[in-house]
Nanobody, 115 residues
Framework: QVQLVESGGGLVQAGGSLRLSCAAS????????MSWYRQAPGKQRELVAS???????NYADSVKGRFTISRDNSKKTVYLQMNSLKPEDTAVYSC?????????WGQGTQVTVSS
């Protein structure tokens, strides 16, 4: 069973930074694509960033240049460094692991950016 546990969310002022972590409990972590999604109230869930097993990254246009996704396969953990946060970044952030056509989700962590 794959388990993903996010941490690092919280309340921050606009312009501030947060680092989210997502720890996985699976041996397939290093082979998987890891992603961060977010969902704001009343909005659809959107892909924020993803990183392949080989380290290739992809970002939503809205976060390019501000957010950085990275992974540490030895710790089975994926990170999302969020800088220059804006109130519109407020959402529940969830990590996802995809492997062989299957998706696994964490429970999510709240990020609130005050203006």
């Amino acid at each position: 069973q794959v388990q993903l546990v996010e941490s690092g969310g919280g309340l921050v002022q606009a312009g501030g930074s947060l680092r989210l972590s997502c720890a996985a409990s699976t041996s397939i972590f290093s082979l998987s694509v890891m992603s961060w999604y977010r969902q704001a109230p009343g909005k659809q869930r959107e892909l924020v960033a993803s990183i392949t097993s080989g380290g290739n990254t992809n970002y939503a246009d809205s976060v390019k240049g501000r957010f950085t996704i990275s992974r540490d396969n030895s710790k089975k953990t994926v990170y999302l460094q969020m800088n220059s946060l804006k109130p519109e970044d407020t959402a529940v952030y969830s990590c996802a692991l995809s492997f062989a056509g299957n998706y696994y989700w964490g429970q999510g962590t709240q990020v609130t950016v005050s203006s």
